[in-house]
């Protein structure tokens, strides 16, 4: 059995009073295991900051619970949590040194002084910093900002490292160099990682598990397989990746497409006889030639590695197959050619609304 | 050229002119205040040769070597003081959202920059004269009081702007490395608003050094400072000991200012 290191139990958080009451989370419940890598995941103000903040202690919850371990630390100041944040600003602290300021947790719990350097000295070399010790923040890079804001966030060894969107002040390049190294820090030092991010291709890339997230409160929780191949609904569809949408009628043994084509379903258990429901399929999922589907090719577009087909079916609805670009760039597909297509067997997923 | 050529004053007619004689009233008297320092003839006019007699006669004069006292005495007091105080009224009133109340708080705290000197001397000149004739003390604690009282708006405004200025997540930083809130204050918040303390600390100082009108309302016999002594001066006959102890006095100012400029620029 997994150990928890986090959990929210119908955590919400309200600001303002009155008339200009804003509820930033929504009764989240959310378990956190010890160890992982896990990201919350969503669109601009749907709260992740928010709950970041609770569980640093940097605000308390207008009702719920948020527990570390087993303890319940709702009330609990912030400099009190075995929890480190690493800001989205950074936050370094100006009038200090590098070295200073990736001490400065471990000085301010008393720590001696002998102790402090040592530690310092092997965070400096943990982020391969150790030629800037004696440097001021704003004298460093934005990269290198970044790092001294992870050592020092890690210095304490906290149980639990929050995250708030520290990649996203930074270029492509170096945003994906980061990505590695945090990567390799987490499973360096063990410690749970608790990271924020807009960007789904991070989200996909660095998680063990993934929360997405929607106006305060948390739609779906899983691996970044099952979130991408299996999202619950519309929404987490379209956030996570590109998908095509397809509505139909559910029947014995499939969902019968407006084209009078029955197609399989994976979760339709749930789904009642005759309903409408709408269907999900990733891009990649879509096998042209030698299907049971027919349409017309609308459009191919050349994307490098890959090329898009926009297949239009009969009903006018649009499919979107991603394919491999072969070795001369020509698919061989070109528009008005009717072809056949159909769905890679348990790819076609039902979304609730 | 003549395109994207945005409104600019130094291009008005008559800017250069105007600029210069600004210049010229603001400086010109200075200079040849110093120059007429060292003005060998008992007259401030009249130019008699080169010395530093002047200078000398002051440096002797006990009347002036206890007034110079007196002033640096309350001054730094008065200083310190208000500094202090400042401090913790910036500290109120920056370390949160706007409140209500706010710009009240503001007039309050800033009250000496907008009643005209005068008012409060006379009113102070009033208050403390029927203390003193309750308690029969007349030392040199109403001046210092007094001091510190108006010296409070110059010391507040440098250090709540340098407090506007800072990331309030600096704070929420510390706390979350376990520093309690006394601790954030001692290692993150003083040694950030120092500069500005230092800032205040200095206005201050120069204030209370320079004030005449407060003073010279609420001093006791013989209470004496540089400024009312130099008042005292020139109704008799003046000579150029004036002169003198004005140019110290400017030097010790542009002095105080240099060495806060270099510690400010070792800061940053
Ligand atoms: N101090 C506050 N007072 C009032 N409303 C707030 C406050 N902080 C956040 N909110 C509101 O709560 C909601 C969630 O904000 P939060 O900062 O958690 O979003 P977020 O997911 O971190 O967004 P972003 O990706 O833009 O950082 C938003 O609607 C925001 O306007
Ligand atoms: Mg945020």
């Known amino acids: 059995m997994t150990e928890a290191a986090v959990e929210a139990r119908s955590a919400r958080k309200e600001y303002g009073a009155g008339d200009k009451k804003v509820r930033a989370l929504n009764d989240v419940s959310l378990v956190i295991n010890k160890g992982e890598f896990f990201t919350l995941l969503g669109p601009s103000g749907c709260g992740k900051t928010t709950l970041l903040r609770l569980i640093a202690g940097f605000e308390s919850p207008t009702s719920g619970m948020i527990l570390l371990g087993a303890r319940d630390i709702s009330t609990m100041a912030p400099y009190d949590r075995p929890v480190n944040t690493v800001f989205q600003s950074y936050a370094l602290f100006p009038h200090l040194s590098v070295a200073d300021n990736i001490g400065f947790g471990l000085a301010m719990q008393g720590t001696p002084k002998a102790q402090v350097d040592a530690r310092v000295a092997e965070m400096l070399a943990l982020v391969k910093l150790e030629a800037f010790s004696e440097r001021r923040p704003q004298q460093l890079s934005g990269g290198q900002q970044q790092r001294v804001a992870l050592a020092r966030a890690l210095a304490p060894e906290p149980e639990v490292l929050l995250l708030d969107e520290p990649l996203s002040a930074l270029d492509l390049k170096l945003r994906k160099e980061m990505q590695l190294e945090l990567k390799r820090l987490q499973s360096e030092t063990g410690i749970t990682f ?3 991010t807009h960007d789904q291709e991070e989200a996909l890339t660095m998680s063990d598990r993934i929360g997405v ?16 191949n299996k999202p619950v609904n519309r929404f987490v569809a379209d956030f996570i990746g590109e998908t095509n949408v397809l509505t139909g009628t559910v029947e014995t043994g499939g969902v019968r497409l407006p084209t009078g084509d029955v197609i399989a379903v994976d979760n339709l258990d749930a789904a009642a006889q005759g309903s409408k429901v709408s269907l999900a399929v990733r891009p990649e999922q879509v ?44 698919t061989g597909l070109h528009e008005g050619q009717q072809v056949s297509f159909d769905f890679v067997p348990g790819a076609v997923r039902v979304l609730e609304d | 050229m003549a395109r994207n050529k945005s409104f600019s004053v130094t291009t008005l007619p008559g800017f250069t002119a105007i600029a210069l004689t600004t210049f010229v009233l603001l400086y010109a ?6 120059i007429y320092s060292f003005n060998d003839s008992e007259s401030v006019a009249l130019w008699g040769g080169f010395s530093i007699r002047w200078y000398v006669e002051a440096w002797d004069n006990t009347q002036v070597q206890q007034a110079t006292v007196r002033s640096l005495v309350i001054a730094v007091s008065a200083a310190f003081i208000s500094t202090t105080v400042a401090t913790m009224a910036a500290l109120g009133t920056t370390r949160r959202g706007r409140f209500k109340g706010q710009t009240l708080i503001y ?3 800033n ?26 003390y007349t030392g040199l604690a109403y001046l210092i009081l007094a001091h510190s009282a108006f010296c409070v708006p110059f010391a507040y405004l440098p250090i709540r702007a340098r407090l506007e200025g800072m990331d309030l997540a600096l704070e929420t930083a510390a706390a979350d490395l376990y520093a309690r ?40 016999a013989g209470q004496d400072t540089l400024p009312t002594y130099m008042l005292g001066q020139l109704r008799r006959a003046v000579t150029p000991e004036v002169n003198a102890i004005s140019t110290a006095l400017l030097a010790l100012t542009v002095l105080l200012l240099t060495a806060f400029f270099i510690l400010n620029r070792k800061r940053d």
């Open chain 2, 107 to 109: 007039v309050m705290i």
């Open chain 2, 111 to 136: 009250q000496p920059l907008m009643v005209p000197e005068i008012v409060t001397a006379v009113a102070l000149l009033i208050f403390f004269a029927s203390i003193k004739v309750a308690t029969g």
């Open chain 2, 29 to 34: 008297p200075i200079v040849t205040m110093v």
């Open chain 2, 181 to 220: 809130p006394w601790q954030t204050f001692r290692h993150v918040t003083l040694p950030l608003m120092m500069p500005g303390i230092a800032a205040g600390a200095m206005l201050a100082f120069v204030i209370s050094l320079d004030d005449v009108i407060i003073t010279e309302f609420v001093k006791s």
């Open chain 1, 194 to 196: 608790v990271f924020v």
């Open chain 1, 213 to 228: 997230m929607r106006d305060g409160s948390i739609l779906q929780i899983g691996g970044p397989r099952e979130i991408y």
């Open chain 1, 287 to 330: 096998r042209i030639g030698d299907g049971a589907l027919s349409a017309r090719v609308a459009e191919t577009v050349y994307f490098g590695t890959d090329t898009h087909c926009h297949l239009r079916m009969s009903d006018d609805t649009e499919v979107v197959a991603r394919m491999q670009s072969p070795p001369s760039g020509d």
